[in-house]
């Protein structure tokens, strides 16, 4: 889908399959919508009163045009909701429908007025552009039928000006789909190694620095979190450290992403239906990929190091156990309670080597715990931080970016509960809490100097068992989007 802007507002000109404009609710047409309904002698008001069009967000109606007056071959009224109500996330599911009904009207070049550019200026670009993006991926890698309908082109009514942020857009919903496309492979495709080749294939693009650590190095280094959770696996665990290093840049930022290519829950195995789609444990890392690939196309002069610990949890002769007591770097001791409990392990690994690296803020992703989901629901991420300011940008930009962030305690008062009988923690708390346990736990392995340190449970919103708004079904690449405009935020200072 080609996606640009052209400097046009006199709608006689367009030659094309259809021709997008906007309602708020009580039918108040947009300028243009008002132009288009003159021009076709009021048949809009006369079609959006019979079909008893309320213009709520995203609610679409269609007209062909017959060529009278417009050359474009169709009209779609796409309602906005409440004027007052209209924000950035409003505009993604608006040109979302507005797409759908496109396609089954069979248009494939199609222009829009500036969706909202009343209300929001100019980021309604931006919104548009990955809008469209997000609301037409699908994950069709491995389907023979190729009954996809292609868009081919949308071009946005605006002033060149807004070039830069539609640009911003693409980037961000490009990065988001190229995430969910690695999400959505299966785990007989995407190992650890594989992980990795991504990785460095995607540092050579960019010329960032990448170095992957294979079993010897991983043992070398005591991340024994990670050995321990690879270990029942024959396809060996990975970790990878991508830097991002430009010259003059004002802050560091550490990634990390969990990238358990397949969750069984190890010998503390999973029931049937917990199992399947535990293909999504890589999701952290995964977004960790997606993040530094708009990074590398954006080149913020901020330091970016994205870390990817990767295993495969399985059952096998060579797997660890209950009982399994591991030490790691930072020389905590860790008794496993539960072998499906992994994901806090192989992230203590990488908060450690995290913290080494000195950041001003670091920030975890992870397919952490069900407890979370339960929680907040499929749609919301868990927030953790130490830090108050952190804590509030994430959630003012999840706003904007409709990743939702909802912030849960690191309460101390629940720290007795991963107290370890024969160690100095375990890995699992009790039945209560148990995202804000598994948070705690994340803790003890962040440095004490990190004053900035944020953890996001994605468990729930990172891949969808039905579609959601502009997201198909599986992958969304949750949380990619609020994490770059986070470090590009910090380029601005
Ligand atoms: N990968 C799972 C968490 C998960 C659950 C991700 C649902 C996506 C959707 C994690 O490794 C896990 O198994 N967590 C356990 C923790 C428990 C053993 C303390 C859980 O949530 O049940
Ligand atoms: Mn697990
Ligand atoms: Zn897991």
Known sequence: MELKIIDERDISKLRGDALVVGAYEGNRFTEMAKAVDVVMGRLLTALAKDLDFKAKLGDTIYIPSHGKKLKVKNVILVGLGKKKKLDEDGIRKAIFSSLKKAKEIRARDIFFEPLGEGVLGGRCTKAMAEGALLGDYEFRKYKKDNEK?????????????????????????EVTNFTRDIVNEPGNAITPNELARIAKELSKEYGFECTVYGLEEIIKNKMNGILAVGQGSKNPPTFTHIAYRPEGAKSKVVIIGKGITFDSGGLNIKPERSMKTMKCDKS???AVLGIMRAIGEIRPEVEVHGLMPCAENMPSGEAFRPDDIITFANGKSVEIHSTDAEGRLILADALIYGSRIRPDIMIDMATLTGACVVALGSYTTGLFSNDDNLARDLLNLSIKTGEKMWRLPLDEDLRDEIKGDYSDIKNVGSRYGGAITAGLFLKE????????????????????????KYYAKGATGVPVRTVVELILNLNVG
């Open 149 to 173: 309908i292609d868009i081919e082109s949308v071009s946005i009514l605006a002033d060149k000006s807004r070039e830069g942020l539609l640009k911003l857009g693409k980037v961000l919903g």
């Open 284 to 286: 952290g890392a995964c």
């Open 445 to 468: 392995f962040v440095g004490k100097d990190i004053r900035s340190w944020a953890h996001l449970d994605i468990a729930g919103p990172a891949f969808l068992e039905k579609p959601w």
